[in-house]
Structures are given as C-alpha cells and as structure tokens.
C-alpha cells in the first residue's frame, strides 16, 4: 500500500515554541489531509491539499504541500496547550493511507 | 447532530466470543469505513465500503466481516475474538475519498480481548 512516513514520532514543547511534523513519501501523491487527534479523542479532519506547493493556513496551524508533491508539513506557531494530541497526515489513492502520526506535548 | 455514530463504546470479551461493532451515519455519504488503531501503528483500513452494496478488504481484513446494511449503517463484525484484536476501532464516512472533504470519524470503540 502507499507509504506515507510521518516524523518525528514523538514531540515535547514549551508552551510558546513553535513545532513542526513532517509527512514523506516516496512516489507523488495527488492529495494529503491532515488530522488532529486529542488525547482519548478521534481524528478530526483539518485540511486537503492538492497543488504543488501550496500553503494553507488556519490561525496558528500553516499547511504545505512540496513542490514535488512527494512530502508536506504543518507547523504550528507558538503552541498552546491545546494544540495537544497527535497529529495525523494521510492520502487517498483507492484507499486512504494514514502515516503513524506526531504525538505533540505541550508543557506549560 | 450530524455525524458517525458507533456503538458500543466499550467492550471487553473472551477469546472466542463473537461480537458486532455498529456505525451509522446521517450525513448521506457514500463511503463507510472501519479503521483499527494500535499505539505506534497509526490507523488502519480493516474494511471499507465506497458505497451502499460494496464492500472490499482493507489492510488488515483478517478476524473480520463487515455488512453495509443500509446507506447509513455499516457493521463490523468479529467471528472469534482473539487477543491480538484488542484495540480502538473507529468507523468513519466520507463525501466522495479524496474530493477534499475529508473523513468524518465516530468516537471509537475500544475493545480487550482476554
């Protein structure tokens, strides 16, 4: 199946710092979403992107996607407690492929 | 309100036992599905249908059936539990898969076998 790896596994941050996980793969995909996970909670979907290169933002939470449609990431500015859980990209071909997720700290 | 939902929410049975996981939907999506998720291995397709009448495996289809009754309702079933199925299992629906409107997922179901 499509092999979407997702680093780092784990993350522990300062309230306030930034932080970034990274989505990778190895052939070109058409698509990836992004999912948030709370704690306990069930994924809840954030966002697609589709084009090369492109950027999405949400408040604190910027999206992208790479030139070469093969990696993207989402970075969060200054992190609050809230921004807790693990964070989950993942793509469609004729199934959806999941990477194995970001688990993000936020230490207050 | 709208969304997914899965019953039980939890369940503990012995080894052998049968069972059958529940999902409904009232937002009239196409496509049903039921992921298993295991610390460090992320989610994992088991079962999907992309619509009412169809059914096809999964990653890991292996222990299970599944019965897309209606449009709404979409059934996990489990012939013989065995230990290696405890897990949380999320049922999840969507649009059209990949039309940009991203999966929809129901609270879970979080499942021991002993």
């Known amino acids: 199946g499509q092999q979407v790896m997702q680093i780092p596994q784990y993350q522990h941050v300062q309230e306030g710092e930034d932080f970034t996980t990274y989505c990778n793969s190895s052939?070109?995909?058409?698509?990836i979403q992004w999912y948030k996970q709370r704690p306990g909670g069930h994924p809840v979907f954030l966002i697609q992107l589709v084009k090369s290169g492109e950027v999405k933002k949400q408040k604190r939470l910027t999206f992208q996607f790479g030139e070469a449609k093969k990696n993207s990431s989402l970075h969060i500015t200054a992190t609050q407690t809230t921004d807790v859980g693990t964070y989950f990209c993942?793509?469609?071909?004729?199934?959806?492929?999941f990477g194995t997720g970001t688990s993000l700290t936020v230490i207050p | 309100n709208a969304g997914v939902t899965q019953t039980p929410k939890f369940q503990v049975l012995k080894t052998g036992q049968s069972m059958t996981l529940q999902c409904a939907q009232d937002m009239n999506h196409n496509s049903m599905y039921w992921y298993r998720q295991d610390p460090g291995m992320g989610l994992r397709l088991i079962y999907y249908s992309a619509s009412e009448g169809t059914t096809d495996k999964g990653e890991v289809p292996n222990g299970y059936n599944v019965s897309r009754l209606n449009k709404r309702e979409f059934s996990l079933r489990l012939e013989s539990a065995a230990p290696s199925q405890t897990s949380v299992y999320f049922c999840a629906s969507s649009a059209s898969p990949g039309t940009g409107y991203g999966y929809t997922f129901g609270s879970g179901t979080r499942l021991t076998v002993v």
């Open positions: 052939t070109t995909l058409s698509n």
């Open positions: 993942g793509t469609f071909t004729n199934q959806f492929y």
